[in-house]
């Protein structure tokens, strides 16, 4: 347990709360690795089929901790590689659900981008306000978030701070799903449950091939998928799932 966060197995769902309420977790360097160091826990523990990412703030995350940025030099921040919280999160193998509340600003909407189903509040807020500070993206704002909504829309948050409401968000790409502020925490789980109780190497295959085709050409891609396909063959969760369909009953996965 650290003032940051905190992480809690719920059957098959590790949840991990960002819970520095003071800061409106801001993303110190201590963060960003605690938040590294949880998921790579996540993705070594055998009982963990997904993760869902959320926040006991009144805000999801406020981005860089403007405070510890402002101490550093040009020297630490290379050597640092800084910007943290990309190391891991962004490669990390099982499906992670994201529960959006409040704002989601720089680094915070960063988070965002890196996860795979991103589930939002009514009234929750996307924004890259860096520019304001004379500072710009540093954890993939100006690529996945490009890659997510497009080049139009992203250039229009990048350059001007203008933030999206979930609603737009939905609309251009970067949210999956808009709940009821009262519900974010619940559909959030049950989203993550639902992922959790399918195959969980065939979940992180589907995951591994979409997070894939932002890199691959499509020829490239179709035949990944294929061999990703083909290794399905191989598995007692396949046969259990095509058998359970053909005997009309509910299946039960062995992972
Ligand atoms: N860093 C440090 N402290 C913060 C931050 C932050 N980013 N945001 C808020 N806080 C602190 C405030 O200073 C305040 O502290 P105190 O109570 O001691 O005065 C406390 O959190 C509460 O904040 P507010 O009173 O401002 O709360 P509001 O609900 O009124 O406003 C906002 C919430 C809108 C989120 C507002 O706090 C805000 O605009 N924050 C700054 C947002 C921002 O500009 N983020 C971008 C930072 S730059 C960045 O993210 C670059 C990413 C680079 C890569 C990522 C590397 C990790």
Do not use: W
């Not at 805000?59 to 800084?82: K, N, W, Y």
């Not at 988070?111 to 939002?120: F, I, P, T, Y």
């Not at 449950?193 to 195959?199: L, Q, V």
């Amino acid at each position: 347990m650290s003032i940051n966060l905190n992480l809690h197995l719920e059957t098959h769902v590790a949840h991990l709360q960002l819970c520095n309420t003071a800061t409106l977790n801001a993303l110190s360097i201590e963060l960003c690795k605690e938040i590294d160091d949880a998921v790579k826990a996540c993705d070594e523990d055998s009982r963990v089929k997904a993760v869902l990412i959320s926040s006991a703030a009144k805000h999801f995350c406020a981005g860089a901790d403007i405070s510890e940025m402002s101490q550093l030099t040009p020297e630490q921040v290379r050597e640092q590689a800084f910007a943290g919280c990309v190391s891991y999160l962004a490669r990390a193998r099982k499906p992670i659900v994201v529960a959006v509340n409040g704002m989601a600003l720089g680094g915070g909407c960063e988070l965002v981008e890196m996860c795979d189903v991103v589930v939002a509040g009514k009234s929750a807020k996307f924004g890259h306000p860096e520019i304001t500070l004379a500072a710009m993206p540093g954890a993939g704002g100006t690529q996945r978030l490009t890659r997510a909504i497009g080049k139009a829309l992203s250039l229009d948050m990048l350059l001007t701070a203008r933030s999206l409401t979930a609603d737009v968000a939905l609309q251009a790409g970067l949210v999956s799903r808009v709940v009821d502020d009262v519900e974010l925490q619940a559909e959030a789980m049950k989203i993550a449950e639902k992922i959790a109780s399918f195959s969980a190497p065939v979940a992180q295959r589907i995951k591994a091939c979409v997070r894939n085709s932002d890199d691959l050409p499509l020829d490239r891609g179709l035949v990944e998928e294929m061999q990703a396909f083909h290794e399905c063959f191989r598995e007692d969760d396949f046969k259990e799932g095509l058998a359970s369909f053909m005997d009309k009953r509910r299946p039960s996965f062995r992972h």
